[in-house]
C-alpha cells in the first residue's frame, strides 16, 4: 500500500485577457475551483491507477477542505488520515493569460499546521505501508518526522518541491529522491559544475540518496542508483497540460516499486502516466486509469 503525506490545495483559477500590475483591478473569466497541492494530487494519482492509497494531510474545517475530501474519496484513496482544522484550506489563486502564462499566490493554510506530532499519531498508517511518498508543501521538520516513523521495511520516495536543501538524514533516506530540472538545479546549488543531466543524476546521488530520478519532461527521464545510470524514454504525445505531470509520474512511480518493480520497470510505467497526464487539462482531472496509461 501507499501512503502519500502532503498537502491538498484548492485551486482557485480565473482567466485574465491581462494579470494585472500593482495597484491595478482587471476583469476576469468566472472563477473555477481544483482539487490541488501536491499531495492531493499524488494520492488521486495513485488511487486513479487501481494502488490502495491513503493520505495524510490537513485541510481546513471549511468548504474548500470539504471539496478536497471529497475529490480524494471519490477518486478511491483511504482519507481516515486527513486531519480537519487549525487554519484555513491551503489555497492557490491562479490568474492565466491567453498565451498560458500565469501568476500564482500560495497561501499553505492548514498544509503548514501539518506537524511531527500529526505524523507520530497517524503510526499505523506507517506500518499499513510499503511505500511513503513525501513533496515539500509542508513543514521540512514534518518530512524529517515522517523518516523517523518509516516502518523498518517501508520505501521513501521524496520530491522536493518547492526545492530546499535538505539535512543529510532526509537525504539518506530517499529511495529514489525524485527532482525535476528545475529541483534538481536548486538542490545541487553549488555543486551544478554541469549542464549535462547525466551528471545532475550521478552528483545528486553523491549526496546520499540511495536512487535518484531526473525527470526531463517530454525528453523523459533518468534513473541513478549504485547500478549506473540510465535513461527512459518518454512516450510521444500531444501536450495539451502538463500541470500535475510529475506529481503523477511520482505516485505512479512509488506504487510500482512497492509492487516489486525495479527503479526503471517503475519510471518506464510512471513515463506513460506522466505522458498521460499532460494530454489533457487539469490536475487530477486528467490522471489516467491504468488502462489508458497502458494504451498509451
Ligand atoms: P514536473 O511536472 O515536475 O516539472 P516533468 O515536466 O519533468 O515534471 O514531467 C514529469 C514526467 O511526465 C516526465 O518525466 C515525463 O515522463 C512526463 N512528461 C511530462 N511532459 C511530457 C510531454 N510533453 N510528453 C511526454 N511526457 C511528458
Not at 481546513?60 to 486531519?83: E, K, M, S, W
Not at 500541470?243 to 516499486?257: P, S
Amino acid at each position: 500500500d501507499l501512503l502519500v503525506v502532503g498537502s491538498a490545495n484548492a485551486d482557485l483559477v480565473i482567466g485574465v485577457e491581462r494579470r494585472p500590475a500593482a495597484g491595478e483591478t482587471v476583469l476576469g473569466s468566472d472563477l473555477s475551483v481544483h482539487p490541488g497541492g501536491k499531495g492531493g494530487n499524488q494520492a488521486v494519482a495513485a488511487a486513479r491507477l487501481g494502488a490502495r492509497t491513503a493520505l495524510l494531510a490537513r485541510v481546513g474545517d471549511d468548504g474548500h477542505g470539504r471539496l478536497l475530501l471529497d475529490a480524494q474519496r471519490a477518486a478511491g484513496v483511504d482519507t481516515v488520515g486527513v486531519l480537519v482544522g487549525g487554519a484555513p484550506t491551503g489555497v492557490a489563486l491562479i490568474t492565466v493569460d491567453p498565451s498560458g502564462d500565469n501568476s500564482i499566490v500560495v497561501s499553505p493554510g492548514a498544509n503548514g499546521r501539518l506537524t511531527p506530532g500529526d505524523v507520530r499519531a497517524a503510526g499505523s498508517l506507517f506500518h499499513a505501508s510499503r511505500v511513503v511518498s513525501t513533496q515539500l508543501e509542508i513543514p521540512l521538520e514534518t518530512v524529517v518526522e515522517v523518516v523517523r516513523c518509516l516502518a523498518p521495511d517501508s520505501r521513501f520516495v521524496l520530491n522536493p518541491s518547492p526545492p530546499l536543501p535538505l539535512p543529510p538524514e532526509v537525504l539518506a533516506a530517499c529511495d529514489p529522491l525524485i527532482v525535476n530540472e528545475h529541483e534538481a538545479r536548486v538542490i545541487l546549488g553549488d555543486a551544478l559544475v554541469s549542464e549535462r543531466p547525466e551528471d545532475w543524476a550521478r552528483i545528486l546521488l553523491a549526496k546520499g540518496p540511495r536512487s535518484v530520478v531526473v525527470t526531463l519532461g517530454a525528453e523523459g527521464a533518468l534513473v541513478a542508483s549504485g547500478a549506473g545510470v540510465a535513461r527512459v524514454p518518454s512516450v510521444k504525445v500531444e501536450a495539451v497540460d502538463t500541470t500535475g505531470a510529475g506529481d503523477a509520474f511520482t505516485a505512479a512511480l512509488a506504487w510500482r516499486l512497492g509492487t516489486g518493480d525495479s527503479l526503471a520497470e517503475a519510471a518506464a510505467y510512471a513515463a506513460r502516466v506522466g505522458a498521460a497526464a499532460v494530454t489533457k487539462p487539469g490536475a487530477q482531472e486528467s490522471y489516467p486509469t491504468a488502462a489508458e496509461a497502458e494504451a498509451l
